[in-house]
């Protein structure tokens, strides 16, 4: 095989420190779906009553973080680089919305920790597909 084409392979391969992200953010978000599904008490306060409305949110919850964790997965196993990428790049940012709300709504003990895992995920997605304000990143 010629160099240029080793070179396009190197260049095409995940890193490792980016796969070992994904797979956190795959456990995280799947785990955040069993939660939400199986014990949606735990995503309120401790003496907070679980209504119906409650679970609904739940299940919408359940639903989004599933398919995030899903999708993640049949990316990376597929080593599709810009999809993933751009995949990550929503999770990351729905993380960095998710530690705003948390700001808002004073949960200050677990806001720096998400935001660390939005930054972390963002950094990931701007690895995969570069500078993720630059036009190219995403098309």
Same mark, same amino acid.
């Given at each position: 095989?010629?160099?240029?084409?080793?070179?396009?392979?190197?260049a095409?391969?995940?890193?490792?420190?980016?796969?070992?992200?994904?797979?956190?953010?795959?456990? #995280?978000?799947?785990?955040?779906?069993?939660?939400?599904f199986?014990?949606?008490?735990?995503?309120?306060?401790?003496?907070?009553?679980?209504?119906?409305?409650?679970?609904?949110?739940?299940?919408?919850?359940?639903?989004?973080?599933?398919? #995030?964790?899903?999708? #993640?997965?049949?990316?990376?196993?597929?080593?599709?680089?810009?999809?993933?990428?751009?995949? #990550?790049?929503?999770? $990351?940012?729905i993380?960095?919305?998710?530690?705003?709300?948390?700001?808002?709504?004073?949960?200050?003990?677990?806001?720096?920790?998400?935001?660390?895992?939005?930054?972390?995920?963002?950094?990931?997605? $701007?690895?995969?597909?570069?500078?993720?304000?630059?036009?190219?990143?995403?098309?």
């Amino acid at each position: 095989m010629p160099s240029t084409e080793v070179h396009i392979a190197e260049a095409e391969r995940i890193p490792l420190w980016v796969k070992a992200v994904v797979v956190l953010c795959v456990v #995280l978000t799947a785990s955040g779906a069993v939660i939400a599904f199986v014990q949606p008490g735990m995503l309120v306060e401790p003496h907070a009553e679980i209504t119906a409305a409650v679970r609904t949110y739940a299940g919408y919850l359940t639903s989004r973080n599933a398919v #995030l964790a899903a999708m #993640l997965l049949v990316l990376l196993l597929m080593r599709a680089r810009r999809a993933l990428g751009n995949l #990550l790049a929503v999770v $990351g940012l729905i993380q960095v919305l998710d530690c705003v709300v948390d700001c808002i709504e004073a949960r200050w003990t677990i806001a720096p920790g998400v935001l660390v895992l939005g930054i972390l995920f963002l950094v990931s997605a $701007g690895r995969l597909c570069g500078p993720l304000w630059r036009r190219d990143a995403w098309v």
